[in-house]
């Protein structure tokens, strides 16, 4: 049952061909068999069979949504009520969310049904899942491998059927970019497209949830569950959503896809430029026209990245003070040691060393040369994009550098491992949605192609990876030992 | 741009971080790493530029003044690491 | 030497919304610690803030009251410090560009109208309290009143006596109640005052080091406050001392300004626009839909009042001290139908002494202004005399009867009948002979002597001033 499209699943379920019990079961034993990959923080098997029995029901009642009783694991970012959301740190090992998260809601009213909750990097910051309290995450498609972060429990929760599906957040490509090297599809959808409510903040105004999937056609219909507008979120648009699934098969011809040179220099791996060519090639079969088209600011991006996001980061995590909830310090002697221990022994290295930053580039003397400066950039990028989408419709690209690198190969250099998000992270400071799709294997290892959209555009993103995904099976290939 | 183990130490007391004494050193030299991919961005006059906050070119948005929120106490209380008579409790404050 | 003083003053005034700033939680005072406190408030992981609108619109109403510019656009920026009544390790607040702009509000003292600037007008959230209450040595924390919307107003340092800051700071205080945007209840913290404080020798043109003072919280300790400080800084630059930029805590038990977190270096704020909230945007339609609902402001209801009602400076000045006051003094003109100077004097007189010794507001009047009206219309249509209004009006502050029925119960109608006058008035001429002649051989003032006499024959019911009228007649013979 765990190899069938969610379509396919949700079709089975009201067929009565199975039940939300069995399969759920079926999930929970792959992920007790599959440990190791150390994918799940928390697995919620009571909450997980109970939700399966409601839905059972539901489907016999004909009330059921397309995701009713399907089982979804969710990243570990996400409030869950009364269920421990930790974020991947020490500091909220002990936190049982007192609220669901918007999104969590959603897939509760719709009858998912929730396995646990998903390894990442501590609060989404990193780019390889090694920086959780909980341990780095395996890749299954090589267990010396990293599977990418900081959504890398997802990635590889959907990679070795741990789950029908998940979902992630995208700070700087925290979803694409472990898509890319788990071999699946994500999609960061428009900032402001799906709630952040109850999503435990990293960088505000970069952050957004989206679904970790096998294929375009599964985004599609998890998207669907998680947008929409949320009174209780200020950026959340209030925008209609459209029916994600009603244009996939709309024909690619005339489709015009650019090419920013910046993306395709020389820099590029060799073999990475020789894949993305023949997944363009798949395109130009498919009736598109192919155009170069040039952002010349996109090399600033992780520079004002690397200053915007732990600037908001240096913020959003000083509630984490050991007085209401999370880690405390034994027996503080005064309020400056319950901060100080609380919170340096809550917080992992890299959490440090980005709140040392964001500290720093806020800090008097330094706000305009770091952060007012970075936020000028940001616009810059931004009207880059703006510009080359009036050119053409999509803008296509690499996801990373390379494949995935080895466990604790980059964990001791941070200006290295910052370098590896240099395609994603461009997309998060302009607000645009995208998505990484398989494109093909370099020693093995899976690499991704990633379409990037106009604004609210995610209809469209979906329809040209999905056509693809018709043409192509990247996308149903499965790591030896997990089919 | 470099930066010392005293400005570690300085900007840890302004995030309240307790850092071991032995990680400052490698933090000093991380820091100064990642300033130095900074520096690229001042290669660019940007002098007309406005700065971004924000992805969505929107206002805020209000909301009506209506109470919606009820006493949730004994919730919240319950996942805080110390409290008495409806109190969080935290070491003296000296004002 | 001569020393001049220069005084700014931080205001901080509680916004009567039903809300928070930021959340659906409640701000009614005094509930049980942390039951009005939501997730929001808290700061748990996660949660988001979302801006009430009854604080922005609040605040430019306040805005609109000083003639102050309206900013289209502000923005919510972030206050980073650690303390543990600031759950989220920083304050949404505002900067670099706050709702309300440049405004200014004219004050009196001694006679004097002098304009104060108003540089700034900012919104944004209360922190909750620290209860120093001995929990094993421990601080609790109550944060219900974490999220309550404040808006900060700040004046220009432009005081130069505790006196004038204290009447910067009632002027304030009557605006926004009467505005209605704050109670304005300082015991419970509604509107509290920091004032920034810096002597400097007379003629300098730079000001000296300031030093400010929180927690002021009474007028009365503003002054003292103040005074206090001025005091200390000049003795200390007297004695060779140097005045130190810092914070102090004013003791009002010790009558005495003592330094706070003295141990702290500088704070570095960090301020940053606060990424979870957008810009606040204030187009011309909102602004015009409070405009058109604002009440008429306390300046140009004093001129009215002058204009309209004949009033002198200083009853108009009293009557639109608050909406309350001026809107009962208009309705009991009307209801009344007597002159408005009649009413102005019963309400600021009369009235106000009795509302004064009951502690008692406007608003909790034990005479309604329909009573009130009843009785001033009985003074005009001269059923009754002033003096025995005084006495109707002591019966309704003990009762519900109107004025009329006091009158014929306690049978106070006054005597216009002349017949009745005149022979009192025959008896008292015949009984007192010599006080005649000397009337007649020009001691006008003995008339005094035969009005008294009559008024206490009749009873004070007589009406005076047909009792002036045939008394001349008959004296003159």
């Not at chain 1, 105004?205 to 999937?213: C, E, I, K």
């Not at chain 1, 319950?338 to 964001?358: A, D, H, P, Q, W």
């Amino acid at each position: 049952m765990y190899n069938k499209s969610l379509k396919e699943l949700s079709h089975g379920l009201k067929n009565g061909d199975f039940s939300s019990v069995e399969l759920t079961h079926e999930y929970l034993n792959r992920i007790k068999q599959h440990q190791d990959l150390n994918a799940y923080i928390t697995v919620t098997e009571e909450i997980a069979l109970q939700n399966a029995k409601d839905a059972d029901i539901r489907i016999a009642s004909k009330k059921a949504d397309p995701l009713t009783g399907i089982p979804v694991a969710q990243k570990d970012i996400f409030c869950t009520l009364d269920v421990k959301t930790s974020c991947g740190s020490m500091m909220l090992d002990n936190f049982y969310a007192p609220y669901n998260a918007t999104v969590i809601e959603k897939f509760n009213q719709t009858g998912a049904v929730m396995l646990g909750k998903l390894n990442m990097d501590e609060f989404a910051m990193g780019s390889s899942n090694e920086t959780s309290f909980y341990g780095a995450v395996k890749n299954p498609w090589n267990i010396n491998r990293v599977p990418g972060g900081s959504s890398g429990g997802s990635a590889v929760a959907v990679a070795a059927k741990l789950a029908a599906y998940s979902t992630g957040t995208d700070t700087g490509g925290s979803i694409r970019q472990p898509a890319a090297l788990c071999g699946i599809t994500g999609l960061k959808p428009t900032y402001g497209r799906v709630s952040r409510f109850g999503m435990i903040a990293y960088a505000s105004s970069l952050d957004q949830g989206g679904p970790m999937t096998h294929s375009a056609e599964d985004a599609a219909l998890v998207l669907q569950t998680m947008a929409g507008f949320d009174p209780k979120d200020s950026t959340s648009v209030d925008l209609p959503v459209p029916d994600y699934s009603a244009n996939l098969n709309h024909p690619l011809t005339g489709l015009k896809i650019g090419l920013p040179k910046e993306f395709f220099s020389d820099d590029l791996n060799i073999d990475m430029a020789k894949k993305l060519a023949e997944a363009i090639e798949e395109y130009r079969k498919l009736g598109a026209e192919i155009k170069e088209v040039s952002m010349p600011n996109l090399k600033l991006a992780i520079p004002a990245y690397y200053v915007i996001a732990p600037a908001e980061c240096s913020a959003n995590l000083s509630r984490f003070d050991g007085v209401r909830f999370g880690h405390r310090c034994n027996n503080p002697v005064d309020l400056t040691d319950l901060y100080t221990r609380s919170r340096g022994e809550g917080f992992g290295k890299e959490v440090k060393r980005r709140i040392l930053m964001g500290t720093y580039a806020l800090s008097t003397g330094y706000y305009d040369a770091y952060y007012v400066k970075a936020q000028k950039i940001r616009r810059l990028i931004s009207d880059d994009f703006k510009k080359t989408l009036t050119e053409v419709d999509v803008i296509m690209g690499p996801v990373t550098p390379t494949p995935a690198f080895g466990i604790g190969e980059k964990m001791s250099d941070p200006v290295e491992m910052y370098l590896s998000d240099i395609y994603t992270i461009a997309i998060n400071l302009a607000g645009l949605p995208a998505i990484s799709i398989p494109a093909g294997f370099i020693n093995e290892m899976p690499i991704g192609l990633q379409i990037i959209g106009n604004y609210f555009t995610e209809a469209k993103i979906l329809n040209i990876a999905h056509q693809y995904q018709q043409t192509t099976d990247w996308h149903k290939q499965t790591p030896k030992g997990f089919a | 741009m470099s930066l010392t183990t005293n400005d570690v130490n300085k900007i840890a007391h302004l995030a309240r971080l307790g850092i071991d004494s032995q990680d400052t050193e490698s933090y000093a030299k991380d820091l100064s790493g990642i300033l130095d991919l900074m520096t690229q961005m001042s290669e660019l006059n940007t002098d007309k530029v406005e700065p971004m906050a924000h992805p969505m070119d929107q206002a805020q948005r209000l909301r009506h003044d209506n109470i919606t929120e009820k006493n949730n106490r004994d919730k919240f209380m319950s996942i805080a690491p110390q409290t008495e008579d409806g109190l969080f409790l935290v070491p003296k404050v000296i004002e | 030497m001569e020393w001049e003083t220069v005084i700014g003053l931080e205001i901080h005034t509680q916004l009567a919304t039903q809300t928070k700033i930021f959340s659906g939680a409640s701000t009614a005072y005094g509930a049980e610690p942390n039951t009005q406190a939501c997730a929001v408030d808290l700061g748990l992981p996660g949660v988001l803030p979302v801006l009430n609108e009854d604080a922005v619109r609040k605040a430019v109403i306040f805005g609109m009251a000083i003639d102050a510019h309206i900013a289209p656009y502000s923005i919510f920026a972030r206050k980073n410090y650690f303390y543990p009544d600031l759950p989220k390790g920083y304050q949404i607040s505002q900067m670099d560009h706050p709702i309300v702009g440049k405004g200014h509000l004219d004050i009196e003292v001694d006679g004097v109208t002098k304009r104060i600037g108003i540089t700034r007008a900012h919104l944004e959230e209360d922190a909750g309290k620290s209860l120093h209450e001995n929990f094993h040595g421990l601080t609790g924390i109550d944060l219900n009143r974490a999220g309550t919307p404040l808006l900060e107003i700040v004046s220009e340092p432009e005081m130069s006596s505790a006196k004038e800051a204290v009447a910067y700071m009632r002027k304030l205080h009557e605006l926004v109640r009467y505005l209605g945007i704050c109670d304005g209840n300082m015991q419970e913290g509604s509107f509290r005052c920091d004032a920034n404080v810096s002597v400097r020798p007379k003629g300098q043109i730079e000001f000296g080091t300031r030093a400010e003072i929180k927690n002021i919280n009474s007028f009365k300790f503003v002054e003292k406050a103040i005074n206090h400080e001025i005091q200390r800084q000049i003795e200390l630059i007297e004695s060779g001392g140097k005045v130190v930029q810092e914070t102090r805590l004013y003791d009002s038990v010790k009558d005495e300004t003592r330094s706070m977190r003295s141990k702290e270096e500088a704070n570095d704020y960090r301020y940053f626009p606060d990424p979870d909230l957008l810009p606040v945007i204030i187009d011309e339609e909102f602004k015009a839909h409070i405009k058109a609902n604002l009440p008429e402001l306390p300046h140009a209801k004093k001129l009215r009042f002058k204009t309209d009602y004949q009033l002198d400076d200083e009853s108009a000045s009293i009557l639109t001290t608050s909406r309350a006051l001026s809107d009962y003094f208009e309705a009991v003109v009307k209801a009344s139908g007597s002159e408005a100077k009649l009413c102005a004097n019963w309400i600021t007189g009369d009235l106000s002494a009795a509302l004064n010794k009951g502690d008692l507001e406007i608003t909790d009047s034990p005479i309604s202004y329909e009573r009130l009206a009843g009785l001033l219309a009985r003074i005009t249509d001269n059923t009754i005399s002033g003096k025995i209004a005084k006495q109707v009006f002591e019966e309704l502050w003990q009762s519900s009867a109107s004025a009329d029925e006091v009158i014929s119960e306690k049978g106070l109608k006054q005597i216009t009948d002349t017949g009745a006058i005149e022979a009192i008035i025959d008896k008292i001429i015949d009984d007192n002979q010599d006080q005649v002649d000397q009337y007649r051989s020009g001691k006008d003032k003995v008339f005094a002597f035969f009005v008294g006499q009559v008024m206490k024959e009749m009873k004070g019911k007589a009406n005076p001033a047909e009792v002036n009228k045939i008394l001349k007649e008959k004296l003159q013979g």
